[in-house]
């Protein structure tokens, strides 16, 4: 019940019994509250003008740095005694000093200026409303409106630098790249041997095996290195990536990040696909343009079920033929099929999976049916990833606990090395 609305009745009661009794002591107690109100009636806050103007300090940031908000509200009517202004904030954005809250007085074609500092978490954040209530002096009347101004911010993840991601498609694009191409030509790395042609080095001649030879002349060929086709494929299925009410998808968003910027730093042509609630695809393309790109629609990205498909899906489509693909997810046994069928289609596979496992068991308390559980569980884990190395799937298995950059060089450069190795 509002003051007003409180006041206004206690003085019709007032007048109300001091008629039917005839008192005028009755009467005398509402005059007062009478007069009351009709000063504050006469004082109402009525024809308020007030205009918003939003300025951020950056509008694009990466996960935990601070953002200054600037706010001025300007009064283009007459004199406001009581006017409070709130920013309103999103629910992930969190005041971290100074306040978005601001209690003054405006005078008739005056203006009111502060600053605030907010961080956040990776997300897309639309700020486009001030709140403004308007009280006069005895606080029995009071007017609210939305002012309405620009802003928008993303709180894109961190990036984390990886000093290089080994993969080895079948397929490769005609440009210079780090990608072995298995085709001889200009490169660094020993690739077959030849007759000698016309302008080819001098340096190239294999003096060993032209020795043995004395009609022919050999030379050297190396390998070629060219940009490749890289589909990078998130997980973001509700049951894969929620544990009650800890959710391991902000680790898969990181990890792809880093990745994303590994093979764009390479010169490589790099898409995403988001697959959760719906499926988002950003276009491929190179360099930090597409990584800037990415960046925002991973600030964007939610998990959760999709309505049209109840196991993973992945369009191929989208993919050239034999070309890189890269899915960041927990997995689950059902997914074998869907791996397997890319596999199939002539598809370089590589898997980097958050462990499941042991990111739920750290949220449980320790106990003998936990550890026991935690054990069965992570048996049919790593029989599943034997699984999918066995039809010739890279796999990483990544304990969220431990750095991914760290983790990624180790799995990655050396299964680099062996794959080299074993040509």
């Known amino acids: 019940m509002s003051r007003a609305f409180f006041l206004s009745l206690l003085t019709f009661l007032l007048v109300l019994a001091g008629l039917a009794a005839g008192e005028a002591r009755l009467l005398a107690l509402a005059f ?19 205009s918003a103007q939003r ?62 500092t907010l961080c956040g978490k990776r997300g897309y954040f639309m700020l486009h409303a001030v709140r403004v ?23 894109v993840p961190p990036v984390l630098r990886l000093r290089r991601v080994s993969i080895r498609p079948r397929r490769t694009r005609i440009f210079s790249g780090t990608i072995p191409a298995r085709q001889g030509g200009p490169g660094v790395e020993f690739f077959d041997v030849r007759e000698y042609q016309t302008g080819d080095s001098p340096r190239a001649i294999n003096w060993r095996l032209t020795a043995r030879h004395q009609q022919n002349i050999y030379a050297n060929q190396y390998e070629q290195e060219r940009v490749v086709d890289v589909g990078i494929i998130l997980d973001g299925r509700r049951r894969t990536t929620e544990f009650g009410e800890r959710s391991i998808f902000e680790h898969s968003v990181m990890a792809t990040a880093a990745l994303v910027d590994a093979f764009l730093s390479a010169g490589n ?18 360099g930090k343009l597409q990584g800037e790109k ?14 049209a498909f109840n196991e993973l899906f992945i369009p ?37 999976s ?59 450069e050396r299964r680099q ?7």
């Open 269 to 286: 042509r790099v898409g995403l696909l988001f697959y959760g609630k719906q499926i988002h695809w950003t276009m491929p393309g190179y």
């Open 354 to 412: 958050p462990d499941r496992v042991s990111f739920e068991a750290s949220g449980l308390p320790p106990s003998g049916p936990v550890s026991l559980a935690q054990r069965i569980i992570r048996m049919k884990q790593q029989l599943f990833l034997r699984r999918l190395r066995g039809i010739g799937i890279q796999v990483v298995s990544w304990d969220v606990s431990q750095p991914f950059e760290q983790v990624a060089r180790r799995e990655l």
């Open 294 to 307: 990415i960046l925002h629609s991973l600030s964007r990205l939610e998990p959760g079920d999709s309505q």
């Open 32 to 50: 007062p509250s009478a007069v009351f109100l009709l000063a504050a009636l006469l004082r109402a806050p009525e024809n308020v003008k007030l």
């Open 55 to 116: 300025t951020l300090s950056a509008e694009r940031v990466f996960s935990g740095e601070d953002v200054q908000v600037t706010l001025t509200v300007k009064n283009e009517g007459r004199d406001l005694e009581e006017v409070l202004l709130e920013d309103t904030l999103p629910d992930r954005l969190e005041v971290v000093e100074g306040s978005n809250r601001r209690l003054v007085r405006l005078a008739g074609g005056g203006s009111v200026k502060w600053t605030y």
């Open 316 to 352: 191929r489509r989208l993919f050239p033929a034999k070309s890189q693909l890269v899915l960041v997810s927990p997995l689950t046994p059902d997914d074998f099929h869907a791996l397997a069928d890319l596999r199939s289609k002539g598809y370089a596979v590589l898997v980097v």
């Open 133 to 155: 209530t308007v009280r006069e002096p005895l606080g029995l009347s009071a007017a609210s409106q939305v002012l309405s101004t620009d802003g928008q911010l993303f709180i």
């Open 417 to 423: 090395i062996i794959q080299r190795g074993g040509l």
